[in-house]
């Protein structure tokens, strides 16, 4: 094997700090002089296999003989599909090369990716390692609702089948699954109350993969909405009428939202303008 085709660099497996996760390893085209990391990819198998790496190589000489550059490296971070995304979305990494049309779709649609190029076919390999586990709290409460969902967007359906190794079924209220997903080092998906009211014994074990926003496009976005019974007490009447009132009014209800903390930080958003 030439030169070109070895990581000029080699470092430990991607790791998550305060910089970003670092690369697996890095290439230079052959040219020992280069320093500068300026492109970054992410990706799983293709990167173990070789690909990646050959790829860098011959990007790098193509840049140095036909476009007069100077030697650079570049850079390969080690994530499956899931993680190589996150870190495209996030901004560690430049180009990611995965395997999920519907997850790719929505950076896409999200403006998370700017263009999305068919780079290559992979068979399947038989021998499949077991995926990352996700904690469900498969309850029917708003966060179950909403993260199954997300998960009926990308095509998964986990709770349909009879076993599923990396779907984990925990019916628990939220503080207790979080709990769970620290002590287990699984994901889940979770509110931002639910996260900020957690010790930090727990949440220091959690890294968070994806936040939401308040954008009414955001898939994560979980509005509450406040519903009167059609057969609430009538004796009442009075004050459940000014309640609903009170708590749509800037100063009343969405008062306390704005201003309601949980260790300095403001758990929820209040409701649009009407």
């Known amino acids: 094997m030439s030169a070109a085709n070895q990581p000029s660099n080699t470092t430990p497996e991607a790791t998550a700090s305060n910089s970003g996760p670092q690369p697996r ?62 870190f495209l979305a996030n901004g560690f990494v430049d180009v990611a090369v995965t395997y999920n049309k519907a997850a790719e779709m929505q950076l896409v649609q999200s403006q998370l990716a700017k263009m999305r190029e068919y780079g290559f076919r992979s068979p399947p390999d038989p021998a499949k390692r077991e995926a990352i586990r996700f904690l469900s709290r498969f309850d029917k409460s708003a966060t179950n609702i909403k993260e199954s969902e997300l998960f009926i967007t990308i095509g998964q359906v986990p709770w349909a089948l009879v076993y599923s190794k990396w779907y984990h079924q ?88 704005r201003e309601f903390k949980k260790f300095g930080e403001v758990l929820y958003s209040e409701a649009p303008a009407a």
């Open 25 to 86: 390893a890095t290439y230079n085209g052959g040219y020992p002089e280069a320093t500068e990391i300026r492109l970054r990819i992410a990706n799983g198998g293709a990167g173990q296999s070789g690909l990646i790496g050959a790829w860098a190589d011959a990007f790098i000489q193509h840049c140095v003989k036909n476009l007069g550059w100077k030697p650079f490296k570049v850079g390969w971070y080690l994530g499956d599909t899931t993680e190589s995304l996150g």
């Open 170 to 257: 925990y019916p628990r209220f939220p503080l207790q699954a979080l709990e769970a997903a620290s002590a287990l080092s699984e994901y889940t998906l979770t509110d931002r109350g639910t996260w900020l009211s957690s010790p930090s014994e727990i949440t220091s074990k959690l890294e968070i993969f994806k936040a939401g926003s308040d954008d009414a496009t955001d898939p994560l976005l979980n509005p509450a909405h406040v519903l009167l019974g059609a057969h609430a007490d009538q004796v009442n009447a009075e004050v459940w009428l000014v309640f609903m009132g009170w708590v749509m009014s800037k100063d009343g209800g969405q008062k306390i939202i």
